[in-house]
């Protein structure tokens, strides 16, 4: 008897087993989605960095867009010429071309020009001072200078430079956006590397008064606007706001006036240029507080 019910349990066992081994086999022939394999062997290709950089979020969606015909290999600005040739070469089509972007801030009130109102004590990230009073910096828009963004950069494009501020290195920038998105000042933005008309300022405050906080703010005298193309500079919050879908101005023609340097040409080699007008920055050391 004993033997039946093993030799019946071992049976029953057995008939599930292959039943649902069955139910398994259909569910993966009818749910199975195909996968070109040549998505693979672009995502091979990639930098593996799924920066975002792209406009997609990782290497392998960007893939995907790739052997889809949505996008081109040149695309991915972060990859080296060489691996988009081989891109393109399988997939047997153009390389293309998007100009590299970087992050840009918006922002030149280092320790040395801008005001420290009272003294943050605590955890030491951007974004616990700002939530005790601002940070305490005499300007509410300005750089808190505790470098998140360099600790979140993946690709270590961010250094903080003798005055507390960020810094960009362009060639290492992918525009992931991180800095970005952990900014709490949203003083970072991404732009193409020909916007080279930039306005180091966020400061929404007028004339004297924000120049008080800060030496290098911008103070809505409305020069550069004045001197600049109908519509290229206009004066939005007491601020420059730079229209790049027009902006064909040089910097001869647009910042020389402006007393602060809050807007600047940005050059390869010798990074931020003033305007004529522009008073010196001779000061190194941090203000003293209050």
Known sequence: MDWQMILIAMSVMAALGGGLSAALALANK???????PRIGKVDALLPGANCGACGVPGCHAFAEKLVAGATAPGGCTVSTAEKRE????????????EEKRVARLACAGGINVARQRARYVGHNTCRAAN???GGGKGCA??????????????FKAITMNAESLPVVDDDLCTAC??????????????????????????????????????????????RCAADASAGVVRMMH?????????????????IQRCPTGAIVWLTTRRGAVKGRDARAVVRHSALPLG
């Open 30 to 36: 009818r749910l199975y989605v195909y996968e070109d």
């Open 86 to 97: 081989a891109i393109a070469e399988l997939l047997g089509v153009e390389v293309g071309g």
């Open 141 to 154: 828009w300005g750089c808190l200078g505790l470098g998140d963004c360099m600790t979140v950069c993946d």
């Open 238 to 254: 007491n601020l420059a706001v730079v229209d790049y879908s027009r902006n064909s101005e040089t910097r001869e023609s647009v």
């Open 177 to 222: 956006g991180d800095c970005v998105d952990i900014c709490p000042k949203q003083l970072f933005s991404l732009h193409p590397l020909s916007h080279r008309l930039w306005v180091a300022c966020k400061n929404e405050a007028f004339g004297d008064e924000a120049e008080a906080e800060c030496a290098v703010a911008c103070t809505a005298c409305g």
């Open 131 to 133: 939530l005790v009073a």
